[in-house]
């Protein structure tokens, strides 16, 4: 067996943790011949709560898992971590603005970009959940200068698994059966989940998703706002934020980051953009991208319609707002 390693996550007493950190300790990402030592962050309120949750790991009797930390202090939290998923953030609360939002989560991602900075591996690999994700991303890894930035990223994956699931769904073919399905720029509701370089395969014959759907006015009207506005769909129907496949699509991430990608294959990631596509650059942009050696590389050359590049610029112009807001914040 492999030497153990140290994984660390973050709200680890909420609901997406809950299923996370259950997938990660059975191997589900970094692989089943892979021993874990996991480590719970959470705040001091929720002290009880993470106690409950260590329990249960125990009680799951994982072959995998061979410690657990429990703890609030980011000093023991991100202590030797190779990989770290940053799932707690300040949810907005009833009449909270998005600026005091963004303001609460700036300044809880410049404290663990502080933390990671010393006392992460400098290999490690970071995935941000927590919202607004990209900006948080952004802002953690300026607080981590010592490791490298291409190691942070934001997670666009539930959206890109939302749009696949639609697709197939709307193709009567299984979800295997669809890729390169992919969500551009940021996680919120100005994202673009583009089916345009999609293909989908049955039986061994490949043709592009616009030419099976053959409805370009599905593709750019109820395909795109069905996977803007999921998020909210599953809250309205819930009565909470959508965990489980929030959870899911941390691990593909992880688990894509970690492995790569085969061959062909794109994921979707929120990653440093270096203006590819005409998006602004120095902000996280959900891009796709190929994964070899555990390094991402935006896939690019694609043609992108008009429609296409009028979305991404609207998506990036967030963004950019986004940054110098959080910008703003840090300076005063
Ligand atoms: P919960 O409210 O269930 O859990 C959040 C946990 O984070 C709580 O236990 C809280 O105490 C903890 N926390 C808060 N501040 C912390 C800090 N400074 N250090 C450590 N822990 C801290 O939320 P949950 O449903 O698990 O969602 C977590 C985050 O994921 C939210 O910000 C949510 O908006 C975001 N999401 C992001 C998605 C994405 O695709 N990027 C999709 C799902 C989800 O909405």
Not at 162 to 189: C, D, E, F, M, Y
Not at 263 to 284: E, L, N, Q, T
Not at 286 to 296: G, R
Request: charged share 20%; aromatic share 6%.
């Amino acid at each position: 067996m492999a030497e153990p390693i140290r994984v660390v996550v973050t709200g680890a007493a909420g609901q997406i943790a809950y299923s996370l950190l259950y997938m990660v300790a059975r191997g589900e990402v970094f692989g089943k011949e892979q021993p874990i030592i996991l480590h719970l962050l959470d705040i001091p309120p929720m002290v009880g709560v993470l106690e409950g949750v260590v329990m249960e790991l125990a009680d799951c009797a994982l072959p995998l898992l061979v410690e657990v930390v429990p703890t609030t202090d980011p000093a023991v939290g991100f202590k030797d971590v190779s990989a770290a998923f940053l799932v707690g953030a300040m949810p907005r609360k009833e009449g909270m603005e998005r600026k005091d939002l963004l303001s609460a989560n700036v300044k809880i991602f410049r404290t663990q970009g502080q933390a990671l900075d010393k006392f992460a591996k400098k290999d490690v690999k970071v995935l941000v959940v927590g919202n607004p994700a990209n900006t948080n991303a952004l802002v953690c890894s300026s607080y981590a200068p010592s490791i490298p930035r291409e190691n942070f990223s934001a997670m666009t994956r539930l959206d890109q698994n939302r749009a696949t699931s639609q697709i197939a769904a709307k193709l009567g073919v299984p979800i295997s059966a669809v890729n390169n399905i992919i969500i551009w720029g940021n996680h919120s509701s100005t994202q673009y989940p583009d089916a345009g370089q999609g293909k989908v395969t049955v039986n061994g014959s490949s043709k592009s998703v616009v030419e099976a759907v053959n409805d370009t006015a599905y593709l750019q009207g109820a395909f795109v706002e069905t996977v803007q506005k999921r998020g909210a769909a599953v809250i309205a129907a819930r009565k909470m934020s959508s965990a489980m496949s929030a959870a899911k699509a941390a691990c593909d991430h992880m688990h894509d980051w970690w492995n790569g990608t085969a061959p062909g294959k794109f994921a979707s990631m929120g990653v440093f953009s270096d203006g590819s596509y005409g998006s602004p650059k120095d902000v996280i942009f959900s891009f796709p991208v190929e994964i070899k050696n555990k390094q991402w590389k935006i896939v690019e050359g694609l043609t992108l319609s008009d429609f296409a590049k009028t979305k991404l610029s609207v998506t990036g112009k967030e963004l950019q707002e986004e940054k110098d807001e959080a910008l703003s914040v840090l300076d005063s």
